[in-house]
Structures are given as structure tokens and as C-alpha cells.
């Protein structure tokens, strides 16, 4: 399983700050960060913490079997930006 990010995302990477593996990207500081429209989690590398869900302020991230219907396809496209 893995978190999902979905485009809620205010881009204001408290997420990536918290996430204790790093598997949260772009970071702020990255290559690709203003031009991409919010931040994704890499599935091969969460570990299911739940750490960013409270970290983040815009009620964007869900695990996997809780992301709302309307959002599925963020499923997709988090794991799409790490191709
Ligand atoms: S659930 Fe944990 S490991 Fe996965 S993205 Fe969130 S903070 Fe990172
Ligand atoms: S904490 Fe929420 S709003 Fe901020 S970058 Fe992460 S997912 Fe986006």
C-alpha cells in the first residue's frame, strides 16, 4: 500500500518535511518543483507511516484504500510522476 497525494495540495511541502523516508516529491527545493502542480508520493518507497496526513494542512493526502472517489485517479498520477 501507499499514501496518496491528490490535488487538494497547496504545494507547501510540510509533507515532505515529515515523511521519515523521503519518498515525498518535489521537494521545495528540487529540479521540477514550480512546475509541477502539487507533490506526489513515491509507492515503491512509503512505508504506510501516516505521518504526512496530519503534517498536511489541506486534507490532500489519503491511504490508499481511503482516497475519496471523486480522487481515484491521483492514484495514478503519484505514481506516474516517478515513472
Ligand atoms: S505515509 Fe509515511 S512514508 Fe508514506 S508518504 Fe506519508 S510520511 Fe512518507
Ligand atoms: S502538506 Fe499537504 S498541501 Fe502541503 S505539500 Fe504536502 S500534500 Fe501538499
Request: hydrophobic fraction near 40%.
Amino acid at each position: 500500500m501507499a499514501y496518496v497525494i491528490t490535488d487538494n495540495c497547496i504545494k507547501d511541502g510540510l509533507c515532505a518535511d515529515a515523511c521519515p523516508v523521503d519518498c515525498i516529491h518535489p521537494r521545495t527545493d528540487e529540479t521540477g518543483f514550480e512546475a509541477a502542480t502539487q507533490v506526489y508520493v513515491n509507492p515503491a518507497e512509503c512505508i504506510d507511516c501516516g505521518v504526512c496526513v496530519p503534517a498536511c494542512t489541506s486534507d490532500a493526502i489519503f491511504p490508499l484504500d481511503e482516497v475519496p472517489a471523486d480522487k481515484q485517479q491521483f492514484i495514478a498520477v503519484n505514481e506516474a510522476y516517478f515513472g
